[in-house]
């Protein structure tokens, strides 16, 4: 339906040629950007609604309680807010500043920016429910044995010692009724979203122009220049960016689409959504350059056994 009113409104009401490229590439930024943001929309205020219940007063205890099950719940938790990586710090040090693990607060850290809400919409809608799915089981299964492994290694003392200073105390949660509930899922879906269209227009039209423009067998030589180390490839170039989940779906399905394998592609989005210099940056407050670098050099490595394992599941998945 909504393409059909899209076709209407650049061929019918305006008379544009589709056989233009750049009027293809107009008609596929108007469709993804709409159909994007009324998903977001509706997505995150269910999620919003559903995380009212959840306020992170009674996350902290559930972690600490289920020791043999934290990095799990962490990374669980991760997996269902809304927030890129740098906006998952001051949580992360709430997390250390509670007493919890150094190493399950890392699972909630590295999951949060590789697992969120309108993500999960993005990829639903460009890559289907099966490699969303399997996104999701690994997204997950990263930051549990990432957490688990830099867990292990005994790095509190990499910790700056006044990181049990820092005021970052997340507010407590209100007593919402239902409707207070549902306002407060629209709120945050308005608030989430107010940061997030622009990205989604300049993701978008990465995507637009990519598809139209960039001819399908440049992108096939250059990966078959790299061959085997396509993955590490992607996933390297893809840390010292930093971009919106939203910014960076629409151009990762476009590179597939061209010919780039499913786990460089997601390798390349991962590393994108995960690791920025920005966040290096921000953790710069709570942490020695030495435990910055353990802790990306970890989550590079699980990233890459991930690509690597979904192009071998390519074939399942799609």
Known sequence: MLQQVVDWFLYALFKLNPGLKWVSALNFFIYDSIKILLLLFVMISAIGFLRSFLPESKIRDWLMRRKSLSH?????????TPFCSCSSIPLFLSF???GIPLGVTFSFLITSPLINEYLVVLMIGFFGWKITLAYIVSGILIGIFAGMILGKINLDIYLEKDITNI????????????RQRVIFGLAEAGVILSKLWLWVFIGVGMGAFIHNYVPQEAIQNIIAKTGIFSVP???????PMYASCAAIVPVAVVLFQKGVPLGTALSFMMAVAALSFPEAIMLRRAMKLKLIGIFFGVTTVAIIITGYLFNVLQKILI
């Open 233 to 239: 490839i992607a996933t390297i170039l893809g840390v």
């Open 167 to 178: 005021n970052c105390e997340p507010p407590e949660a209100k007593k919402y009724n239902i």
């Open 72 to 80: 799990f719940f962490a990374s669980l938790f991760g997996a269902i």
């Open 96 to 98: 250390i500043k509670a």
